[in-house]
């Protein structure tokens, strides 16, 4: 089946600084790629959605100056949270589809802890 | 109202037991569903599909009532191995999906 992949799988960062995630598919192009994060017990939320070769489109109350989307190539998108403060803390998802069945694969997931 | 509810459990069976679960929408135009299991600190993976006709995985049964726009999941049979939380995930438009908070279900020896 469609893989992504993405990376780091963790990272601890300090207050202020920037981090950046990549979300990349595998064996297929996704033209189109979401971003998802997900607090603990809680369900998934789409920041916003990647589309290559345009700009991101995000989601009512994301900022789009905090968390900086580019998808440069069919496969690959990133993710940068800027200046992050501790709240930022969550579990990062990216995931795409193949556009056949709606059925969206996963990354595995970036767990970002703010000092 | 949620886009998609489901309720938290947990749902704690013994092994070999059948639990069932319901996931609400308010979408009455959604045309894809899907349940997904998620382990403790991992990433959401794929359970089913959900067709209009309902359908079945080995020990796992999804069904879909369009009329009260809820999906459900039977487990039959429960095996420790099922214990994790399962999403349930329906679409809105252009392939987004909107997830509810997961169910979490633990099968207990």
């Known amino acids: 089946g469609a893989v992504v992949s993405q990376h780091p799988s963790r990272v601890i960062c300090k207050s202020g600084t920037s981090v950046k995630i990549e979300c990349r598919s595998l064996d297929f192009q996704a033209t189109t790629m979401f971003w998802y994060r997900q607090f603990p017990k809680k369900s998934l939320m789409l920041m916003a959605t990647s589309n290559e070769g345009s700009k991101a489109t995000y989601e009512q109350g994301v900022e789009k100056d905090k968390f900086l989307i580019n998808h440069a190539s069919l496969t690959l998108s990133t993710l940068t949270v800027t200046s992050a403060h501790p709240e930022d803390s969550s579990f990062y998802i990216c995931?795409?589809?193949?556009?056949?069945?709606?059925?969206?694969?996963f990354g595995e997931g970036s767990r970002l802890t703010v000092l | 109202r949620k886009e998609v509810e489901q309720d938290p459990g947990p749902f704690n069976v013994p092994e070999g037991a059948t639990v069932a679960f319901n996931c609400t929408y308010s979408?009455?135009?959604?045309?894809?569903f899907f349940w997904y299991r998620q382990d403790c600190r991992k990433e959401p993976k794929l359970l089913m599909s959900?067709?209009?006709s309902g359908n079945e995985d080995g020990r796992f049964t999804a069904q879909l009532n369009r009329a009260s726009q809820y999906i459900s999941l039977l487990i039959r049979d429960s095996k420790l191995s099922d214990s994790a939380t399962y999403l349930c995930a329906v679409d809105s438009n252009d392939y987004k999906l909107s997830f509810g908070a997961g169910t979490t279900v633990t099968v207990r020896a």
């Open positions: 979408n009455s135009a959604s045309q894809s």
């Open positions: 959900v067709y209009s």
């Open positions: 995931s795409a589809n193949t556009g056949n069945t709606g059925e969206l694969f």
